[in-house]
C-alpha cells in the first residue's frame, strides 16, 4: 500500500535555536506529522546560502546551481513540496533572500516544474515592522502559489499560539 502524504518543505529563519519562533515551528512540525504529512525541515541558522548571480548555471551541471553552497541541499525539496512554509523573525536574513532568490531563478530553469499548491509565511514582528521589512522578494514569492498562499503575523509566540500553530500544521 502506498501512501499519498502531503509534501510540506519548512524553512526556519531565526537567530537562535531555542528561540520562540523556532519553538513555534516545532509545534507546527508537530501538526503536521500529526496530520499525516510528509515533512521536510530546513534550519537556515546552520546554512550557507550566497546570492544569486543570475548567471544561469541553473541545472547545467549536476548541481541545481553553478555555486556550491547549501541552497543545493534546498533545490529537490523546493521542487517536490506541495507547500512551502516559512517562519521568519524581524528583519529577513540576508541567507532566506538569497535562498528565495535562487529558487526563483532555479524554478524558472528547472527541468521539472515547482508544483507549490500552497505559501504560509509565519511571521514574528509588529504590524508596523511587518509592512516596513517585507522586501519586494517576499511580496512576489507570496503572489506564486494559487490562492491558497497566506501571511501570519504574531507579536509574540507564547504557550496559546504554539497550540495554534499545532493545529494549524494538522489542517493547512
Not at 46 to 58: E, F, L, V
Not at 103 to 118: D, G, I, S, V
Amino acid at each position: 500500500m502506498v501512501l499519498n502524504l502531503s509534501k510540506t518543505l519548512v524553512v526556519g529563519d531565526y537567530k537562535s535555536f531555542g528561540n520562540p519562533l523556532y519553538e513555534g515551528m516545532s509545534s507546527f512540525i508537530e501538526g503536521l506529522v500529526l496530520g499525516n504529512h510528509e515533512v521536510r525541515r530546513f534550519d537556515l541558522l546552520t546554512k550557507r546560502i550566497g546570492p544569486c548571480d543570475n548567471c544561469r548555471g541553473c541545472n547545467t551541471s549536476e548541481f541545481p546551481c553553478a555555486y556550491l553552497d547549501d541552497f543545493n541541499s534546498l533545490a529537490a525539496p523546493l521542487l517536490e513540496a506541495d507547500s512551502l512554509v516559512l517562519f521568519a523573525e524581524g528583519d529577513f536574513s540576508k541567507t532566506l533572500e538569497n535562498a528565495l532568490a535562487k529558487f526563483t531563478a532555479f524554478a524558472t530553469h528547472a527541468k521539472k516544474e515547482p508544483h507549490l499548491q500552497k505559501v504560509y509565511l509565519i511571521y514574528l514582528g509588529t504590524e508596523l515592522g511587518e509592512k516596513k521589512n517585507f522586501p519586494s522578494w517576499v511580496i512576489a514569492l507570496l503572489n506564486i502559489a494559487p490562492d491558497e498562499t497566506r501571511a501570519f503575523r504574531y507579536d509574540r509566540i507564547g504557550e496559546s499560539e504554539k497550540t495554534l500553530l499545532k493545529s494549524l500544521g494538522q489542517n493547512p
